[in-house]
């Protein structure tokens, strides 16, 4: 297995390189990222998760710095494109009307 991944990091182009090297979001992040996927706002994340706003907000934009996003759409599917985040609703979150 480890040869097999030297062989893709040598004949991956750079940017895949670098994406590879990165380290993964923490799994607070995931949970924020999960639920801006479900279209909540910051405000409706902080209450599911019972943190602040302003807590919220640096998970979101850690994450963001992190997969290279520039938008919450942007980080929706780079998360999801990435497999960080699985694509399915979370409990207890109604999506928004």
Aim: aromatic share 2%.
């Amino acid at each position: 297995m480890h040869a097999q991944l030297e062989v893709l990091d040598r004949e991956s182009p750079a940017p895949v390189r670098a994406f590879l090297a990165r380290p993964p979001i923490t799994p607070r992040q995931r949970e924020v990222v999960a639920l801006v996927i479900e279209g909540c706002t910051n405000v409706e994340i902080a209450g599911h998760l019972q943190i602040s706003h302003r807590t919220v907000q640096s998970h979101v934009a850690a994450a963001m710095r992190q997969l290279e996003a520039r938008t919450r759409t942007q980080l929706a599917v780079a998360a999801l494109r990435s497999g960080l985040v699985p694509l399915h609703p979370v409990a207890g979150v109604s999506p928004p009307a």
